[in-house]
């Protein structure tokens, strides 16, 4: 929102615009029990933290099409459906990879990286825009720069993990799909 209204879209606009984009968050229920029919949580975590940064590159580089606004307003949409399978993963793979005591203690340091991200996104983000901004550069070029500041970190967040983060236990898979729903139901 901060990005938009810097750009000079109306409060409307950015409201019908984005506010339903969290609603990914509401719906992953109805996906979650889909992904373990197919790899491991620990390859969902990092296939969609690359994603996500992915993702974050390419609403840089539209910031200068004609159309940006929609451009970006679209991937988004995918984003946050990324960000939601990352976060049905994550929490997968420290209930299945940790005893009840090491849970409670990871479960704060989830927390905190959570808040910390929230601050890094809707501080760190904007203030650098601000910077960029204060330094001469125009706010497309601004905000394009920390975006892909939030992408390269998003990516390296990816390649840490990737050594760091544990595979988790490997449940009985679902024989199929009609599985997955059967059990859902």
């Given at each position: 929102?901060?990005?938009?209204?810097?750009?000079?879209?109306?409060?409307?606009?950015?409201?019908?615009?984005?506010?339903?984009?969290?609603?990914?968050?509401?719906?992953?229920?109805?996906?979650?029990?889909?992904?373990?029919?197919?790899?491991?949580?620990?390859?969902?975590?990092l296939?969609?933290?690359?994603?996500?940064?992915?993702?974050?590159?390419?609403?840089?580089?539209?910031?200068?099409?004609?159309?940006?606004?929609?451009?970006?307003?679209?991937?988004?949409?995918?984003?946050?459906?990324?960000?939601?399978?990352?976060?049905?993963?994550?929490?997968?793979?420290?209930?299945?990879?940790?005893?009840?005591?090491?849970?409670?203690?990871?479960?704060?340091?989830?927390?905190m990286?959570?808040?910390?991200?929230?601050?890094?996104?809707?501080?760190?983000?904007?203030?650098?825009?601000?910077t960029?901004?204060?330094?001469?550069?125009?706010?497309?070029?601004?905000?394009?720069?920390?975006?892909?500041?939030?992408?390269?970190?998003m990516?390296?967040l990816?390649?840490?993990?990737?050594?760091?983060?544990?595979?988790?236990?490997?449940s009985?898979?679902?024989?199929?799909?009609?599985?997955?729903?059967?059990?859902?139901?």
């Open positions: 929102g901060t990005m938009f209204k810097d750009l000079g879209h109306s409060d409307s606009e950015i409201t019908v615009s984005t506010a339903s984009v969290g609603i990914a968050w509401s719906l992953k229920p109805f996906w979650a029990p889909l992904l373990d029919i197919f790899r491991t949580k620990k390859f969902w975590v296939a969609m933290e690359l994603t996500m940064a992915a993702l974050l590159g390419v609403a840089a580089l539209s910031l200068h099409l004609p159309n940006y606004f929609h451009m970006v307003t679209l991937v988004l949409w995918v984003l946050a459906f990324a960000s939601a399978t990352q976060d049905i993963c994550v929490d997968g793979v420290y209930i299945t990879s940790l005893d009840k005591t090491q849970q409670a203690t990871w479960i704060g340091v989830q927390g990286c959570w808040n910390v991200g929230r601050i890094f996104a809707t501080a760190a983000v904007v203030w650098f825009a601000g960029l901004k204060s330094g001469g550069r125009d706010a497309k070029t601004a905000w394009a720069m920390s975006l892909g500041l939030s992408a390269a970190v990516a390296a990816g390649l840490y993990h990737y050594f760091m983060l544990p595979t988790g236990t490997v009985r898979r679902p024989k199929d799909a009609a599985e997955v729903f059967s059990t859902f139901w």
